[in-house]
């Protein structure tokens, strides 16, 4: 098992890595991982990621929301503890204000099954959830359900929540949502982008996961 402090550590890599690929800008975003079956880690609310430290990262019970410290968590922390709850598989959490998703999500629109990486990694479509007030239980409840079946789902007027049963799958699911929600946005222009068949971009996704689990359990 992972120390704590250690992966204090990667938390904040993992913010600092947001920054730096342009999926946040300032203080926006929050990343978290799940500890054990009660405690996720989560980044402070309204900090600047490259000046975090590990005692700045809060550990919270992601069954009660409760934290420990004076810091306080992220204000979308409820829905990061909504994850782990209804999760079992996920492992991180990641809520960005990437540009290309943002456009989605403002414009209220699900991503079809327009590219192969997508459908594999993220499943047979994008969500948009409907929109919600910030850190709102009602943000929280539209999220998880838009984010049914999924590891990316949009949030409406907002940005986007990525999945991943470790950080790095969590962060291959930021970029392959840029990516998806570009290509939608610009296929647009040529006439409407076309899906894959839904029944071969399910059978995709469950062969990606099934895979990719096998790989992960060969490797330990």
Not at 18 to 30: D, K
Not at 120 to 135: E, F, K, M, T, W
Not at 187 to 204: R, S
């Amino acid at each position: 098992m992972i120390a704590l402090e250690n992966l204090k550590q990667i938390v904040i890599e993992s913010g600092i890595k947001l920054l730096n690929e342009g999926l946040v800008s300032r203080t926006w975003g929050n990343v978290s991982l799940r500890v054990d079956e009660n405690h996720m880690l989560i980044t402070p609310s309204g900090r600047t990621y490259t000046d975090l430290t590990a005692d700045d990262i809060v550990l919270v019970n992601y069954h009660t929301s409760k934290y420990e410290g004076s810091i306080k968590p992220s204000s979308e922390k409820d829905l990061h503890c909504e994850i782990y709850r209804t999760r079992k598989e996920i492992n991180a959490v990641i809520h960005t204000h990437q540009m290309n998703a943002s456009t989605v999500a403002a414009a209220h629109r699900e991503v079809p099954p327009i590219l192969d990486d997508m459908v594999q990694i993220i499943g047979p479509s994008v969500r948009c959830a409907d929109y919600a007030l910030p850190s709102t239980k009602r943000i929280v409840t539209k999220t998880v359900k838009a984010l049914r079946g999924r590891m990316a789902a949009l949030m409406a007027n907002h940005g986007a929540v990525c999945v991943g049963r470790d950080i790095e799958e969590a962060f291959v699911v930021c970029q392959v949502l840029e990516k998806a929600c570009k290509a939608f946005i610009e296929a647009e222009f040529l006439g409407g982008a076309k899906g894959i068949n839904i029944f071969e971009a399910h059978l995709m996704h469950q062969f990606y996961l099934r895979k990719y689990s096998s790989m992960a359990r060969k490797n330990k």
